[in-house]
């Protein structure tokens, strides 16, 4: 079955930079667009940056273009998420997502951003 675990998320200070790690199971992953997404309580998730099946396309929210980048390692079934220049406006709960069918999402990791 389709399995997505991130990783990486905890506290950190505004100005600093956390790498989410999201590692899949179940599926072609090197066929797969990946996508990393967030949530904030009361609020719809929203789209934060998707990767192509071998990395070579990438897209990203205005709002984290400049300061995040996706990337991927088809070797290792996981996708990443490097996140620089952080604000408290970054916190959320972060999950990665793929189209097998449908979509499956992650359990997701908590980042926050705060002094």
Excluded: H
Aim: hydrophobic share 30%; glycine share 14%; charged share 15%.
């Amino acid at each position: 079955q389709v399995q997505l675990v991130e990783s990486g998320g905890g506290l950190v200070q505004p100005g600093g930079s956390l790498r989410l790690s999201c590692a899949a199971s179940g599926f072609t992953f090197s066929g797969t667009v990946m996508y990393w997404a967030r949530q904030v309580p009361g609020k719809e998730r929203e789209f934060v940056a998707g990767i192509s099946n071998v990395g070579g396309n990438k897209s990203y929210a205005d709002s984290v273009k400049g300061r995040f980048t996706i990337s991927r390692d088809n070797a290792k079934n996981t996708v990443y998420l490097q996140m620089n220049n952080l604000n408290p406006e970054d916190t959320a709960v972060y999950y990665c997502s793929a189209d097998v069918g449908r979509t499956y999402w992650g359990q997701g990791t908590q980042v926050t951003v705060s002094s």
